[in-house]
């Protein structure tokens, strides 16, 4: 089995940063793309960033310039980095990992996700 686990979110005050990691686990032969979705209270999940194996990214108008979303292909990790955060960034981070291939077939999966609370 396949199994994403989410790190780094936490408390922090308005225009500070930070980074939020995630590693996908198993007998994993690849991954194509990668990401970060947010969902606040009372909304519906919404991109963050996506980047794939390749290194193409994408990101929601919302974050561009503030959030970047490294990625470590050999170790199957993926990071985002948020900077100048808002109080309207806060939200629950939910790590995606698409079209992963493992013995038993292809398969998407998310990782249970992270709280990420911007405030003074």
């Known amino acids: 089995q396949v199994q994403l686990v989410e790190s780094g979110g936490g408390l922090v005050q308005p225009g500070g940063s930070l980074r939020l990691s995630c590693a996908a686990s198993g007998s994993i032969f690849s991954i194509n793309a990668m990401g970060w979705y947010r969902q606040a209270p009372g909304k519906q999940r919404e991109l963050v960033a996506t980047i794939t194996g390749g290194g193409s990214t994408n990101y929601a108008d919302s974050v561009k310039g503030r959030f970047t979303i490294p990625r470590d292909n050999a170790k199957n990790t993926v990071y985002l980095q948020m900077n100048s955060l808002k109080p309207e960034d806060t939200a629950v981070y939910h790590c995606?990992?698409?079209?992963?291939?493992?013995?038993?077939?292809?398969?998407?999966?998310w990782g249970p996700g992270t709280q990420v609370t911007v405030s003074s």
């Open positions: 995606n990992a698409d079209s992963v291939t493992t013995g038993w077939g292809t398969n998407d999966y």
